[in-house]
T-cell receptor, first 114, second 110 residues
Framework: DAGVTQSPTHLIKTRGQQVTLRCSPI?????VSWYQQVLGQGPQFIFQ???????GRGNFPDRFSARQFPNYSSELNVNALLLGDSALYLC?????????????FGPGTRLLVL | QQPVQSPQAVILREGEDAVINCSSS?????VHWYRQKHGEAPVFLMI?????EQKGHEKISASFNEKKQQSSLYLTASQLSYSGTYFC???????????FGEGTQLTVNP
């Protein structure tokens, strides 16, 4: 079975630009969560979507937005990029948005902002 | 609030045992454990839920002390493949938002 897939794998942008990251969950999973992982730190929660609705938002500025599509895939958008946005962006899928569910991570998109 | 992991790093020889701890100041619904190798995605190891239920790999063992809001991951008879950074992720409510610790770097040498 295919795992969580993300695209692109790597991305280089300059300050002020906008970026869109994509995620396809495991088949049958209806919940997608986005995390930002800065080098040397643990992943930090950005958003969770379930059945196309936002179910949770972390402590990130409004420059970060996301959405989930009818096929449960998801996009994360970041506007007005800053140097500090350079990180590995991870997508995780789970069957529901309830607690105690295993979240399976994708390989991530490594974003470098110059 | 971010859970605290200890130790920050540990070096083992193949076959030795290790314990990694995760502590939170918040009441927890569950604790999730992941291993991440350099440049790769975190890989699920174990979930421990409030009430005692556990889900995860047969070869991995862990505990969750609900009174102290502490969890420990037990790695026995370590193998070279166990090397990586171990993260605990905690859920405070039932909404599946994970808050991760800063990680424990485990190195297993031959």
């Amino acid at each position: 079975d295919a795992g969580v897939t993300q695209s692109p794998t790597h991305l280089i942008k300059t300050r002020g630009q906008q970026v869109t990251l994509r995620c396809s969950p495991i088949s049958g999973h209806k919940s997608v969560s986005w995390y930002q992982q800065v080098l040397g730190q643990g992943p930090q929660f950005i958003f969770q979507y379930y059945e196309k609705e936002e179910r949770g938002r972390g402590n990130f500025p409004d420059r970060f937005s996301a959405r989930q599509f009818p096929n449960y895939s998801s996009e994360l958008n970041v506007n007005a990029l800053l140097l500090g946005d350079s990180a590995l962006y991870l997508c995780a899928s789970s069957t529901t948005s309830w607690g105690g569910e295993t979240q399976y991570f994708g390989p991530g998109t490594r974003l470098l902002v110059l | 609030q971010q859970p605290v992991q200890s130790p920050q790093a540990v070096i083992l020889r193949e076959g030795e045992d290790a314990v990694i701890n995760c502590s939170s100041s918040k009441a927890l619904y569950s604790v999730h454990w992941y291993r991440q190798k350099h440049g790769e995605a975190p890989v699920f190891l174990m979930i421990l839920l409030k009430g005692g239920e556990q889900k995860g790999h047969e070869k991995i063992s862990a505990s969750f002390n609900e009174k102290k809001q502490q969890s420990s991951l037990y790695l026995t008879a370590s193998q070279l493949s166990y090397s990586g950074t171990y993260f605990c992720g905690t859920e405070e409510g039932s909404g599946s938002r994970l808050t991760f610790g800063e990680g424990t770097q485990l190195t297993v040498n031959p």
